[in-house]
């Protein structure tokens, strides 16, 4: 099912978990549960789990077809991957190959990956396991990355620590190293007319956002530069798995309060159903408004 329209731009979403995750006391080292309970009728069941209070996460790949290019947004989590800190996708199985079939993409008509940062849930189809080795799920495609955040990760892989972003870049990202399918590209890279980058550091040192334009109609691509819509009411939260909390404050409070006075439509990495929405202002701060 097509998910938004950007000027001749579609766009596509393929989820391969969508369901309560971390607990937001957890997720969000500064939070404050008057945050929750001041917003109640704007949070509701579909954003925070009633049963278990946890925050409720989708987890998704965009697909754009621009009518010259098929391009994945994030490639998510994979199959088969070895996820032992997160049990709950650890050699996880999903039919995200036959859901982007659905939606009339086949893996050889793949021509872009871009990762808007190298996070375990953001390259894992770029590979998948072919007789004991990862090989590139979509073998025609070039894998686009910014530099700076490929060098980052590089750094991170040879130091050896093992967390699920360095298992991610050795079984993910440098296979299609390997085969000669990744390009480095800078911070403002354009991939084509009315497709690129901008840098937006903090969660990630290189991560980026991914502004989409067609028809005098334009989006944006957020990654994880916001993780749920609880953060409009604080946009100064960031997550525990932000590289530089400070940094990505930063960077987070320049692109809401920019966005929210452009009323941009935004395509975030992991708000929940329907997810694509617009930024509202609200009680001297900001709500998100769903676009059904
Ligand atoms: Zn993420």
Same mark, same amino acid.
């Given at each position: 099912m097509q998910l938004a329209r950007i000027?001749?731009?579609?766009v596509h979403r393929i989820t391969e978990y969508e369901g309560p995750f971390f607990p937001p006391h957890e997720f969000f080292p500064d939070f404050d549960p008057e945050v929750v309970r001041a917003n109640q009728d704007l949070l509701g069941p579909r954003l925070i789990d009633p049963a278990s209070g946890r925050l409720i996460f989708s987890f998704h790949t965009f697909v754009i077809k621009t009518g010259h290019h098929t391009i994945l947004i994030d490639s998510c989590l994979g199959n088969d991957k070895e996820r032992p800190t997160r049990p709950q996708f650890h050699r996880m199985r999903t039919n995200y190959l036959a859901d982007l079939a659905a939606a009339g993409v086949k893996p050889d008509e793949?021509?872009? /990956?871009?990762?808007?940062?190298?996070?375990?849930? &953001?390259?894992?189809?770029?590979?998948?396991?072919?007789?004991?080795?990862? @090989? =590139?799920t979509f073998p025609k495609a070039r894998y686009v990355m910014a530099r700076r955040e490929f060098s980052h990760w590089e750094g991170v892989h040879k130091q050896g620590e093992d967390t699920p972003h360095r298992r991610a870049f050795e079984d993910s990202v440098l296979p299609v190293v390997r085969t000669g399918q990744s390009q480095l590209v800078d911070d403002d890279f354009a991939l084509e007319d009315g497709l690129w980058f901008e840098a937006a550091p903090?969660?990630?040192?290189?991560? /980026?956002?991914?502004?989409? #334009?067609?028809?005098?109609? %334009?989006?944006?691509?957020?990654?994880? @530069?916001?993780? &749920? =819509?609880l953060q409009l009411f604080k946009p100064e939260w960031s997550t525990f798995a932000c590289s530089d909390r400070e940094l990505s404050?930063?960077? #987070?409070?320049?692109? /809401?309060?920019?966005?929210?006075?452009?009323? %941009?439509?935004?395509?975030?990495? &992991?708000? =929940?159903? =329907?997810?694509?929405g617009r930024i509202r202002r609200h009680n001297g701060a900001y709500r998100y408004a769903f676009e059904e």
């Open positions: 000027g001749s731009f579609e793949v021509d872009y /990956v871009m990762c808007t940062h190298l996070h375990w849930d &953001h390259v894992g189809w770029n590979t998948r396991l072919e007789n004991g080795r990862w @090989v =590139p903090g969660h990630t040192p290189g991560n /980026v956002v991914i502004h989409a #334009r067609s028809a005098g109609e %334009t989006a944006l691509f957020m990654g994880d @530069v916001l993780h &749920h =819509p404050r930063e960077t #987070r409070t320049r692109l /809401v309060e920019e966005h929210a006075e452009h009323g %941009t439509k935004l395509l975030p990495a &992991h708000f =929940p159903t =329907p997810t694509a």
